[in-house]
């Protein structure tokens, strides 16, 4: 019997957890790579706005603005350019195909590949209680990436064949020259 009691008990837990998160999710919108970085842009908290700023992700959409990459589009057979074409868009940039209504005032999607592209749209975790607390920034919208295979494969989403100017990735090498992480104290 009380076996039983726990069981139900662990399954309502379960089911509020997930049910909040499906509201959560569903009332996320994308605030931008400025607001994040208010808050992580301090040397001793990691400067996370930093190392985004300077790596090439952050150029992304820039990239797409380039006579090369108009060339790329053409060869491969689009009309548009590279900026505005579908295609290209959907590894360069994050929000060009959302509903105007996910993404906030100060979003940008000239920001190209940025922090809420892998970490989730995040108008509901952003809080700072939120932020500090794991379990709960998950709750409200927040990726979670069980171990680095996760993250790897989260890369090689965008990292692979389908880009028309792959070679290879190095998961390691790469993420060496990405990761951001909040200095251990
Ligand atoms: C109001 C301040 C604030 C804002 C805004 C904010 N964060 Fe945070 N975030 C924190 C704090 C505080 C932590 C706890 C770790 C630390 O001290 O840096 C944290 C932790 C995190 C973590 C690690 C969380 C975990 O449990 O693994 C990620 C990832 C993160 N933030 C991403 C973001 C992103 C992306 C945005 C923008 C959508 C954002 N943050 C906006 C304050 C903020
Ligand atoms: C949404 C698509 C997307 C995801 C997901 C993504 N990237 Fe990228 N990445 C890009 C694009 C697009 C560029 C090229 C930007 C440019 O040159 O303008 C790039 C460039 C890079 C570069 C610089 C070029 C190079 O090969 O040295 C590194 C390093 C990198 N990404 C690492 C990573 C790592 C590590 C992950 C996973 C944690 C990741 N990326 C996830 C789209 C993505
Ligand atoms: C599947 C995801 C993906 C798609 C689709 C994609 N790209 Fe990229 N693009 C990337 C990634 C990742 C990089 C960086 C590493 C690489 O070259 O694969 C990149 C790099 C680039 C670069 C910089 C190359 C360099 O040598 O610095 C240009 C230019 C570019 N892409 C143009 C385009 C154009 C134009 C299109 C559309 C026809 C396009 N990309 C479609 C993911 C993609
Ligand atoms: C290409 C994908 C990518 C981009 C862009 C990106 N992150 Fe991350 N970030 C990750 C991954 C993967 C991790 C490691 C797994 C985790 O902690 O969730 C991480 C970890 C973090 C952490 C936690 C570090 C720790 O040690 O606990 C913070 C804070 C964070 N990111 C903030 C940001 C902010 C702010 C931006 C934008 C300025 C940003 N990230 C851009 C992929 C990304």
Known sequence: MKKIATSSLILFIISIFTFSTILAQGKST???????????????????????????????????????????????????????????????????DLDAKMLDKGFKIEDGVQCETCHGAGSEYKAKKIMEDHAASVANGLT??????????????????????????????????????????
């Open 144 to 185: 979670e990436f069980k171990d680095e295979a996760a993250i790897k494969a989260f890369c090689e989403t965008c990292h692979n064949s389908n880009s028309p100017t792959f070679k290879s990735f190095d998961f390691a090498k790469s993420w060496d020259k990405i990761k951001h992480p909040v200095p251990k104290k």
């Open 30 to 96: 994308y605030i931008g790579a400025k607001k994040c970085g208010m808050c992580h842009k301090k040397d001793d908290g990691g400067k996370q706005l930093k190392i985004w700023e300077g790596s090439k992700h952050s150029q992304a959409f820039k990239t797409l603005q380039t006579a090369e990459a108009d060339k790329i589009a053409a060869e491969k057979g689009f009309k548009t350019k590279a900026a505005e074409t579908p295609e290209c868009l959907k590894c360069h940039v994050t929000g060009a």
